[in-house]
Antibody, heavy 121, light 108 residues
Framework: QLQLQESGPGLVKPSETLSLTCTVS??????????WGWIRQPPGKGLEWIGS???????YYNRSLKSRATISVDTSRNQFSLKLSSVTAADTALYYC?????????????WGQGTMVTVSS | SSELTQDPAVSVALGQTVRITCQGD??????ASWYQQKPGQAPILVIY???NRPSGIPDRFSGSGSGDTASLTITGAQAGDEADYYC???????????FGGGTKLTVL
């Protein structure tokens, strides 16, 4: 059964870069049937899609993040990663990685458990 | 990302049917996906595509759409259905999937 697991620092200083990795186990990240995405949820608020990547390296980003987000994939390690630069307190959130179905974009059918990232000095 | 609007809160009596709606221009062209999120848990996909349920999702959950509005219908609501529900759809410019603001469902 495919599983996703987020990892990375739980505390990031303002103006620095947030870095998270999602490890895919029980299946291949190189499947042509899926995108791999990052979604976040500030405390007490709703879900926000950050961006997604295809195994080939094609990337898609939420325009509201104004180019601060970079997503990459390492097929040899079955991982994909998120970097978010110039973070502020507004980037404090629970960050999820998830699998998105190519033929039904926006259908994130498998999620990681999420990792909390706090932006604070 | 797509602009999707949901009612902040909806309530339903135990055992009754409830419809949760999601409105947005992209829904005229694309289907919505629906997620259930309970406190302290990751979201769960409950409906995707025209009206598809992932494995393990009961058939009490169904999806439909008309014009710029998509709906998630829960037939015979149970106490365990009390949760936040989010819709999602790609926008008209391409891949970019966006979430609605979420609807808090209370089962009375």
């Amino acid at each position: 059964q495919l599983q996703l697991q987020e990892s990375g620092p739980g505390l990031v200083k303002p103006s620095e870069t947030l870095s998270l990795t999602c490890t895919v186990s029980g299946g291949s990240i190189s499947s042509s049937s899926y995108y791999w995405g990052w979604i976040r949820q500030p405390p007490g608020k709703g879900l926000e899609w950050i961006g997604s990547i295809y195994y080939s390296g094609s990337t898609y980003y939420n325009r509201s993040l104004k180019s601060r987000a970079t997503i990459s994939v390492d097929t040899s390690r079955n991982q994909f990663s998120l970097k978010l630069s110039s973070v502020t307190a507004a980037d404090t959130a629970l960050y999820y990685c998830a699998r998105d179905i190519v033929v039904a974009v926006g259908s994130f059918d498998i999620w990681g458990q999420g990792t909390m990232v706090t932006v604070s000095s | 990302s797509s602009e999707l609007t949901q009612d902040p809160a909806v309530s339903v009596a135990l055992g009754q049917t409830v419809r949760i709606t999601c409105q947005g221009d992209s829904l005229r062209r694309y289907y919505a996906s629906w997620y259930q999120q309970k406190p302290g848990q990751a979201p769960i996909l409950v409906i995707y595509g025209e009206n598809n349920r992932p494995s393990g999702i009961p058939d009490r959950f169904s999806g439909s759409g008309s014009g710029d509005t998509a709906s998630l219908t829960i037939t015979g609501a149970q106490a365990g259905d009390e949760a936040d529900y989010y819709c999602n759809s790609r926008d008209n410019s391409g891949y970019h999937p966006g979430f609605g603001g979420g609807t808090k469902l209370t089962v009375l």
